[in-house]
Each structure stands twice: as structure tokens, then as C-alpha cells.
């Protein structure tokens, strides 16, 4: 995984347009990297502003920060750009279930 790190780093230095962030981004949250993970996110996210998986990204790495209401700000608008969005709806269905709110949880994993 830190040879992948590095790859990335790197190619998305080259190409700062490239969705390669996407996978960087996660792999650094995997790794508990949440600071590097939020950069990277952060700045794809000003480059792909109506991207869902930057949102989802972006949300999951708060999420990981216990900043639960703005990943539920960035998971709803990744819903907003694509309704059917798994992993927003995966990631709101959590933060439902953590504030006790099974019925809208299960709601949002149908």
C-alpha cells in the first residue's frame, strides 16, 4: 500500500484533474491518514464539485473524524447529484442509525 501511496502521490501531482484522487484519498483514510485523506479529498473536491464519489469520500473521512454533521451535509449532496448513490445512502443509513434513528436507517438501505 505505500508503494500505491506513493504511485498516486504522484501521477495526481502530474495530473491534478485526474479522478486518481479518489483512490488516494482512500487508501490514506484506510490507513488512518486522516489529515493527508482530507487534503486530498478536499482538493479533489474544489476540481469535482458535482463528482457523488468526492462527496461520498469527503463525507466518509469526516464521518472517520466524528465531524458527523458534515459528512451528512456532503453525503446529502452527493444524493442530490445522484439519487441512487450506494454509498451516500450507505453513509447516511449509518449516521441515522448512530443518533438512534433505526426507521430512517433502515429507510435509507432500501
Known sequence: MPDEIKTLSSQLAQ???????????ELLRQKGQLDAAHRVALTGLERHPHLPDAHDLYARILADKRDYERAFDEWDMAL????????????LAFLYF??????QAAAHLE
Open 80 to 91: 442530490r447529484i445522484a439519487p441512487d448513490h450506494v454509498g451516500a445512502l450507505k453513509g
Open 15 to 25: 495530473d491534478p484533474d485526474s479522478l486518481l484522487f479518489l483512490r488516494l484519498g
Open 98 to 103: 448512530k443518533v438512534g434513528d433505526v426507521q
